[in-house]
């Protein structure tokens, strides 16, 4: 009996061993599939963005060499001549300065609407550009090629007239009550694609506190584009292609005047931009 109680306790220890050396290669091959994916994806959304420079540069050879020394007065003629172009048009169109931190409606080169700027981010790829680059991104309109927004763009309703005053009053009470747990509920954000390649993204804050809750931590507009942007690049990635690398301008101005643009401005409207 004793003997068979050793060789049983050995053999128990001998299938505890195996099992722990069983668990340590699982753990390492899932680390190695890990750290290869990781290099992967690295390795493609690098050589993504790096294909996009290279379009960027290829858009632009015609152009003039541009002394990197005079890089700041390129950049005020491209914001200049753009508005020019823009002003020139029977159309509202949009102009963004990044330096100024303001956005504007312009029709005619008339100023319709001006909002502060509270908050904006670039994307790196338009750190990383050249004068010839820049003038040709930014030295004439950008044309918006389409909307995409949380709120309706253009919200007609149609409506029964009332009978009387009191059902007319009720009637507007009741469309305040709605509007205003639509506006509590609903955050304001809009993107809008341009015709040289990258995203216009704009968020309504009240605050830079509020923006930093309601959408980098929450269910919001730049914690889900982050979310969307991951998920395209490992789709990607699992067919071993390069993602898609779009670079975006993200800015925050208050939610108001975030609503007000976005249903001002015509489909195919004109953009100018200076950063």
């Not at 609903?186 to 809750?213: M, P």
């Amino acid at each position: 009996m004793k003997e068979n109680s050793v060789e049983d306790f050995d053999s128990l220890f001998v299938k505890e061993k195996n099992k722990n050396k069983g668990r340590k290669y699982i753990i390492l091959i899932i680390i190695l599939s890990v750290l290869g994916l990781t290099s992967i994806y690295a390795y493609l959304s690098i050589s993504a963005v790096r294909d996009q420079m290279k379009l960027a540069i290829e858009r632009a050879a015609n152009s003039p060499a541009v002394n990197s020394s005079l890089f700041p007065q390129l950049k005020q003629k491209a914001w200049l001549e753009s508005r020019l172009k823009m002003a020139s048009l029977d159309s509202v169109g949009l102009s963004i300065d990044l330096e100024q931190h303001v956005i504007q409606l312009e029709l005619k080169g008339v100023v319709v609407m001006s909002s502060k700027i509270r908050d904006c981010s670039v994307s790196g790829f338009f750190k990383k550009i050249d004068g010839n680059v820049y003038f040709e991104t930014f030295g004439t309109p950008l044309t918006i090629k389409e909307f995409k927004s949380s709120i309706a763009k253009n919200p007609f309703k149609i409506v029964e007239a009332p009978k009387d005053t009191i059902a007319a009053q009720l009637a507007a009470d009741a469309a305040a009550k709605k509007e205003a747990e639509e506006r509590k509920n609903q955050n304001v954000f809009w993107t809008v694609k341009l015709d040289r390649g990258f995203d216009l993204d704009i968020q309504g804050i009240d605050s830079i506190a509020e923006a930093q809750k309601k959408y980098e931590f929450g269910k919001g507009f730049k914690s889900d584009r982050k979310l969307n942007n991951i998920t395209n690049s490992f789709q990607h990635i699992l067919k071993f292609s390069k993602p898609t690398y779009i670079p975006e301008i993200l800015i925050s101005i208050p939610e108001n005047e975030a609503k007000a643009i976005l249903r001002a401005l015509p489909q195919k409207s004109l953009v100018t931009i200076r950063i």
